[in-house]
């Protein structure tokens, strides 16, 4: 016989109110983008977060923000091969809902150069009532070495006092 007040357990075994959970949002020109965000997905789910929704910045899903303890905003980076590197979409991360109370992470995706984009991206997302606990430039010829750095880096970052 178990007790109502027995915590309830995901399928690895972990109490439920253990597991981390992530909405990620993504603007994506090439695919690129989207390729890092479900990467990030799975590398984060392997580390038994729960991932709340994948969806593109333009149309966030709203419920998955909500649910989720992090947010992971990534946009892919354009300019002139290495003049003018800027995230697409700065207006698109500002036009976000507030996210008061959230962790935050931001990503972007790269050809050659990604300048201060993390920057601005860290900007843009402190504008929301987020607090960003990091980002990760991923070349996009080294998509799963850079996914699985960011991972980790998140993991990490997630569970820091």
Request: glycine residues 8%; aromatic residues 6%.
């Amino acid at each position: 016989m178990g007790t109502a007040s027995q915590a309830r357990l995901t399928p690895a075994g972990m109490p439920e109110s253990a597991v981390m959970k992530a909405a990620i949002l993504v603007e994506s020109l090439t695919g690129h983008t989207w390729k890092a965000a479900e990467m990030l997905a799975g590398k984060l789910s392997q580390e038994h977060w729960s991932i709340t929704g994948l969806t593109r910045m333009r149309q966030p899903d709203h419920a998955a923000i909500q649910e989720a303890d992090v947010v992971l905003i990534g946009t892919w980076v354009h300019g002139f091969f290495v003049v003018g590197q800027a995230p697409w979409g700065l207006s698109t991360i500002a036009a976000l809902p507030s996210m008061r109370h959230k962790k935050a992470a931001v990503f972007c995706t790269f050809a050659l150069d990604p300048g201060k984009s993390l920057d601005k991206m860290t900007r843009a997302a402190s504008t929301l009532g987020v607090e960003v606990i990091g980002g990760l430039a991923l070349n996009r010829g080294k998509l799963p070495e850079h996914t699985e750095i960011f991972a980790e880096r998140l993991v990490a970052a997630a569970h820091s006092p």
